[in-house]
């Protein structure tokens, strides 16, 4: 089953009600177990589209979180079926969005910038 939209955007909600994402990130530690592919699948999916869609604070919030990510995507690297590697490389994708946040942080988590945004942040120098 794909996650549920309503569940979701009660993520997002929730993750500009606070301002951050630390009531996702204190759940996934006790409530959710990552034990199994589609949970762990579903797990990198709620989180990608957190870090799209979320509070611009959710990013800062999750790099704290990095090993947690890099450790579910070597937990199921070995899986040869199903969703194994698939969840290794979206988890590889995921820290390297944030390690891209971290290093421009000025870019918002959808990276969609108007022609005018993009100058801005290159501080109208074609070089940049």
Known sequence: MPLKMKHVRNLIIGTFTDKNA???W???GTTLPI???VTAWK???CLH???RDGHPNALQDSHRHISRIKDTGQHFRHLTHGYGR???RYCEL???KLHFHQHYPRFPGTLSVTPEELEAL???DANN
Request: charged residues 20%; negative net charge.
């Open 22 to 24: 630390d009531l996702f």
């Open 26 to 28: 204190r759940n996934v």
């Open 35 to 37: 034990n199994t592919d």
């Open 43 to 45: 797990f990198c999916h």
């Open 49 to 51: 589209i957190m870090l």
């Open 86 to 88: 698939l969840i290794k």
């Open 94 to 96: 995921l820290v390297a």
């Open 122 to 124: 290159a501080e109208n």
